[in-house]
């Protein structure tokens, strides 16, 4: 049973555009895994290079951050969703 | 006796009675709150998307004291979303034309401008003359710079922040947390997160989020309600969609954990891993001559190869939105992020130059192209808007 798992709109264009993209995976972890599989470009978006999740991306299980459960071996159940939210600075919008 | 026989309540003129009726007459405002409005004091830092809703709405509102922060100057390319500057404030100050938009909307609160730059050396002063910190900046180190200061001073922060048609909201409680640290422990290296003025933003999209930002600052002050706080809250305009997610307080938070490290400001330039002062990549050293680096090219370099039509190959990796509004004659989109994969379109190009809107982009591509083997891929220095500026000023900047 796949997992959905929201892409938010910084990430989408590695992810061809898709709002919502689908992985199979047991946990957090191994979703990531195949998500970032199918999608090499969110790769150095989630990771660093040491294969370690970003900290400036949280990963969310529902409304719950993974680092307050399990981390990446946060089990995923059916009906579960998973989001992606990154950190995003704009604001004031002052010129280019 | 207390404190409070020396400095007498404030009270409301027969004119502000009026002016804040409809508060008035509601009970989770009523005379008490609006008093405690009228006595309190906001910090707005930038005066631009967010900062717009948020000073007028607290101006309306009543705070009877609003502080800004900002030392940009109005371009006509703000007035799509920073609604409280028109189109003859372009030029001017967005100090001054923001103090006067609120105080024409209302004569009868404080307004204190700011121009400076906010820094570690003058934040803590800054922030620590208000009740309540609203940050609507557009930058990392700020982002980080406000935060800790809001925790080292116990203050809180009303914390909006927008991308394209996403916005994000939060109230990050002072020294009982959590923080925007909690969330986020380090920001992301520079260049990875497109900014508002490369990848765009919904004019409307920083009017919900400021209103936001400017109801939850309304809300710490009378007391009322429940604030935003451990609550992450995330906004798609695009679907018309609200998600609330928890946030919870990091007990290894540098800033405001149990064993705090940071517990003065530090240098948010050197953590966010940007050079302080240092000129926008693409717009590097010899601005002032012709010549170039064998990896750049100037424009009048390409005018003169475009002019001999010799057949220079111009590689535009903007967006294609971008390429709609203005292009180099003769040149080929591709843009950066699909650059990997379409590669082989390029297959047997010796030479190339390639450019964006102003140099950044581009010198990404020129790396890329060069690993794979492109040797001949050269940066134009200064991207189009240089290209409008020196070469075909007819062309529309954006």
Known sequence: ?96 | MTVAAFHPRPTLSNQEVARYSRHLIMPEVGMDGQLKLKSASVLCIGAGGLGSPVAMYLAAAGVGRIGLVDFDVVDYSNLQRQIIHGTPDVGRRKLDSARDSLHALNPEVEIETHEVALSSANALDLLGGYDVIVDGTDNFPTRYLVNDACVLLGKPNAYGSIFRFEGQASVFAAKDGPCYRCLYPEPPPPGLVPSCAEGGVLGILPGVIGTIQATEAVKLIIGNGEPLIGRFLVYDALRMRFRELKLRRDPDCPVCGDRPTVTELIDYEQFCGVAPAAPAAGTVAGDNGTDAAGDEATVEQLKARIDRADGVFVLDVREPQEFQICRIPGSTLIPLGDLPKRLGELEGRSEMIVHCKSGVRSAKAVKLLREAGFDGAKNLRGGILRWIDTVDPSLPKY
């Open chain 1, 1 to 96: 049973m796949p997992t959905r798992i929201l892409i938010p709109t910084p990430l989408r264009g590695y992810a061809d555009q898709q709002e919502v993209v689908e992985a199979e995976g047991a946990t957090v972890g191994e979703l990531l895994a195949n998500m970032t599989a199918e999608y090499g470009g969110l790769r150095k978006h989630l990771y660093n290079e040491d294969g370690k999740l970003r900290s400036f991306v949280a990963i969310y299980l529902n409304d719950d951050d993974i680092r307050f459960l399990e981390k990446e071996a946060t089990p995923v159940g059916e009906g579960d969703t998973v989001s992606i939210i990154p950190s995003v600075a704009g604001g004031a919008g002052r010129r280019a």
